[in-house]
């Protein structure tokens, strides 16, 4: 998904992600791509960053939390 909670008040974001959520299968796999990573970082197994199409990283998301001890949000405004 291409910027899903762009351009929407924060109770429509919180509706759309448990939207999404509920109608998620078990055994799929769900990409999201958005600027605002506050609201996804509580749903996020992985984390990718991208700088100008490059992949400047990729890794589990509780793994990047403890190594770094910081939020998905403040990783990425110290990387980029």
């Known amino acids: 998904l291409d910027e899903p909670l762009g351009g929407v008040d924060p109770s429509t974001r919180d509706h759309i992600l448990k ?16 600027h605002i990573i506050s609201d996804v970082e509580k749903i996020l197994d992985q ?3 991208l700088d100008k199409g490059k992949i400047i990283l990729n890794e589990d998301a509780d793994t990047l939390r403890k190594k770094e001890k910081a939020s998905i949000n403040d990783i990425f405004r110290r990387m980029v």
């Open 19 to 34: 939207t999404i959520l509920s109608n998620l299968n078990d055994d799929s796999s769900l990409l999201i791509t958005t």
């Open 47 to 49: 984390v990718i960053f």
